[in-house]
């Protein structure tokens, strides 16, 4: 069914977007430590 250069091409492509989640998962943290310091600032 698949080729193997498809295949190869699905596994980068799962590798790519496990990479974005992950970055996501780090920009959210970033964002949840800079509204704390906003929110410390504030209070």
């Known amino acids: 069914m ?3 250069r498809n295949y190869k ?3 980068e492509y799962n590798r790519i977007a496990k ?3 992950i970055a ?5 943290r ?13 209070g």
């Open 2 to 4: 698949y080729t193997s």
């Open 9 to 11: 091409r699905i596994l």
């Open 19 to 21: 990479c974005g989640h």
């Open 24 to 28: 996501k998962e780090i920009n959210n």
């Open 30 to 42: 970033k964002k949840q430590e800079a509204i704390r310091r906003i929110l410390e600032i504030i």
